[in-house]
């Protein structure tokens, strides 16, 4: 069972303002990662972080910033929402997981954003 | 090209049956494969993962990998209402932490 949490897990609020998602994990992942996904839609890549003050963006050009200033968390800010940024906002990491030799990439939960 | 492709679906299937389900990549340097299920408005859980050609086995799950075709798939035995989800392939090449995901195959196991 992976430990990875993201708050809120639902947000609806006006254009305009500033909000930050949050995302924490408490398995001492490096490699954490934040997707966007719209309903039936894919899985998006908007940005990325290898370790401590290491960010980076990703495959989809996104208007929110991130910042890892501890490995644990890893949170993004949309500076003034828009209802363009209504979507799934879904945080993973990757690491060492029970039985398997290999890293595997765990989900949080997700966050519903609505801006009206 | 996209580097990994799904067949959206939805694939519909009777309770009971067998559910194929494919997936094909690009990056001959692809070394780590992943199948994830996810439920409407869920987040993706991983279900199985696969390094070598051939087929591995997790109770009613089997994964196959052929390398040399550039394709995975994964095999659901007797399927059940409750495996109806979007089934997400990933990709991983060689010793880099992204992975790359399909579009996501849409699974409907029907009564």
């Known amino acids: 069972e992976a430990d990875i949490y993201q708050t809120p897990r639902y947000l609806v609020i006006g254009t305009g303002k500033k909000i930050t998602l949050e995302c924490s994990q408490t398995?001492?992942?490096?490699?954490m990662y934040w997707y966007q996904q719209d309903p039936g839609m894919e899985l998006h890549l908007i940005h990325y972080?290898?370790?401590?003050?290491?960010?980076e963006k990703g495959d989809l050009s996104s208007e929110s910033t991130v910042s890892r200033i501890r490995t644990e968390h890893f949170p993004l800010t949309l500076e003034s929402a828009r209802p363009s940024h209504t979507s799934q906002y879904l945080c993973?990491?990757?690491?060492?997981?029970?039985?398997?030799?290999?890293?595997?990439?765990?989900f949080g939960p997700g966050t519903r954003l609505t801006v009206l | 090209q996209k580097e990994v492709e799904q067949n959206s679906g939805p694939l519909s299937v009777p309770e009971g049956a067998i559910a194929s389900l494919n997936c094909t990549y690009s990056?001959?340097?692809?070394?780590?494969f992943f199948w994830y299920r996810q439920y409407s408005g869920k987040s993706p859980e991983l279900i199985m993962f696969?390094?070598?050609?051939g087929d591995k086995e997790d109770g009613r799950f089997t994964a196959q990998l052929n390398k040399a075709s550039q394709y995975v798939s994964l095999l659901i035995r007797d399927s059940q209402p409750s495996d109806s989800a979007t089934y997400l392939c990933?990709?991983?090449?060689?010793?880099?932490?992204?992975?790359?995901f399909g579009t996501g195959t849409r699974l409907q196991v029907t009564l």
């Open positions: 993973a990491s990757i690491g060492l997981a029970g039985g398997n030799p290999y890293n595997e990439q765990f």
């Open positions: 398995m001492g992942h490096d490699k």
């Open positions: 972080s290898y370790g401590v003050n290491s960010t």
């Open positions: 990056d001959r340097g692809s070394q780590s």
């Open positions: 696969i390094y070598s050609n």
């Open positions: 990933a990709v991983r090449a060689g010793t880099a932490s992204k992975l790359t």
